[in-house]
């Protein structure tokens, strides 16, 4: 059975309902991501939040951002998060933290930045929407290697150097730290 373009009784593009139901389980794992007292469930709502954004990135036609959204960040970053989270977090910690008593600091930031931010939403004219070009994976290819493989190359430069310095400081010796020769 083939489904109509509209949803009955509403008069929406299947797309659009599709469309709401990602945006408002990403505003609500991100809403998890920030409110929640668990650590570790924090960073599997982020986890949740980076798959509906995905979602979101394969409904607007860029399969190659969705799928390196998956890859990138629900593969390697969120993975990465969770894995230091857990080795590193003492069962020792302390019961009131700083950040706890700043709530109503952070209220008045959220409100005033979704202010300015509705403001410049409004206020910016937004063309019409037309098909997608340039999400191809040979486009996004020949962009990157291209004009711009210079930019390309300094990041993969510095992405190196931070990977490097990183397993430096990681496999230092415990002499180094308490001054003994």
């Given amino acids: 059975m083939k489904l109509p373009d509209t949803i009955p009784f509403l008069g929406w593009a299947w797309n659009d309902l599709l469309f709401l139901v990602l945006a408002g389980a990403l505003l609500g794992t991100a809403l998890m991501v920030v409110l929640g007292r668990n650590i570790i469930r924090s960073g599997l709502w982020m986890i949740a939040c980076f798959a509906t954004l995905a979602g979101i990135y394969a409904l607007l036609g860029t399969a ?48 005033i930045l979704g202010g300015l931010f509705a403001l410049v939403v409004a206020s910016t004219p937004w063309p019409l929407a ?40 990681a496999k230092r010796e415990p002499s180094d730290e308490e001054g003994a020769p």
Avoid: N
């Fill in 64 to 111: 190659l951002v969705a799928a390196a959204q998956v890859l990138v960040y629900i593969g390697a970053i969120s993975v990465l998060i969770l894995f230091a989270i857990m080795l590193t977090q003492t069962k020792g910690a302390p019961t009131a933290l700083v950040f706890h008593h700043q709530a109503r600091a952070a209220a008045v930031a959220a409100v």
């Fill in 130 to 169: 037309g098909p997608a070009s340039g999400t191809d994976a040979r486009s996004v290819a020949a962009l990157l290697f291209g004009a711009d493989v210079l930019p390309f190359e300094v990041v993969g430069v510095l992405l190196l150097a931070a990977v490097i310095g990183g397993v430096f400081l």
